[in-house]
């Protein structure tokens, strides 16, 4: 596809239920990568994919949280339980290649989750 | 702990030039990016620094000093477009994970 893109682009849910967010890389990235932005702040880490797996998950804020990335290309980012504190931008990016040398990331529009 | 800090916002008008300045304290550097981000928008990329000096793209520069863990955004011959939120980032290990600042909201004034 010509870039990263996401779906929903707004949800709103209610307080403890489960909600999927999805992102599509750009065709032959092999890194993919999850960012949580709340209002007016910076971007924090989520988790990062090499292909399928997952090296660094150290950014998920508690085991609610959970990521999938199948066929080296689609993603799905799981909270489950969800709490007002999850209300945030959740934004995907994707890079050709994530070790090593500096490799740029090319972020998609986000999902706003909203948790009522 | 990790951190990166920059300042919360900068106003200057159009045609003019400014410096948003990055100083980072991070367990692991390899390498300083800004990405640029206008409301409600994705971020983009703008530079990238791995090694001490000044990379030049345009209108838009980027500095480093590894010795003083500090940066620079420069953008000169300011134009409303610019006005946006800017976010220095560290990559901080060989993972590919970006560490953001909290951003520096830009606004270009005519």
């Known amino acids: 596809g010509a870039g990263v893109s996401q779906s929903p682009s707004n949800k709103v849910t209610e307080k403890g239920k489960d909600v999927e967010l999805r992102c599509d890389p750009i065709s032959g990235h092999t890194a993919l990568y999850w960012y949580r932005q709340s209002l007016g702040q910076g971007l924090e880490f989520l988790i990062y994919?090499?292909?399928?797996?997952?090296?660094?998950k150290s950014g998920l804020p508690s085991d609610r949280f959970s990521a999938e990335r199948t066929g080296g290309s689609v993603s799905t980012l799981t909270i489950q339980r969800t709490q007002q504190e999850d209300s945030a931008v959740y934004l995907c990016?994707?890079?050709?290649?994530?070790?090593?040398?500096?490799?740029?990331?090319?972020f998609g529009p986000g999902t706003r989750l909203t948790v009522l | 702990g990790q951190s990166l800090e920059q300042p919360s916002e900068v106003t200057a008008v159009e045609g003019a030039i400014v410096q948003i300045n990055c100083t980072y304290q991070?367990?692991?550097?390899?390498?300083l990016s800004w990405y640029q981000q206008h409301d409600g928008g994705a971020p983009t990329f703008l530079s990238y620094n791995a090694l001490d000096g000044l990379e030049e793209t345009g209108r838009f520069s980027s500095f480093l000093s590894r010795s003083d863990s500090y940066g620079y955004l420069l953008l000169q011959e300011l134009q409303m477009k610019d006005s946006a939120s800017y976010f220095c980032a560290v990559k901080g290990n060989q993972g590919g994970k970006l560490i953001f600042g909290q951003g520096t909201e830009l606004s270009v004034k005519p």
């Open positions: 994919f090499q292909g399928n797996s997952a090296p660094d």
């Open positions: 990016a994707s890079s050709l290649v994530g070790g090593g040398a500096f490799n740029e990331q090319f």
């Open positions: 991070t367990s692991g550097f390899y390498g």
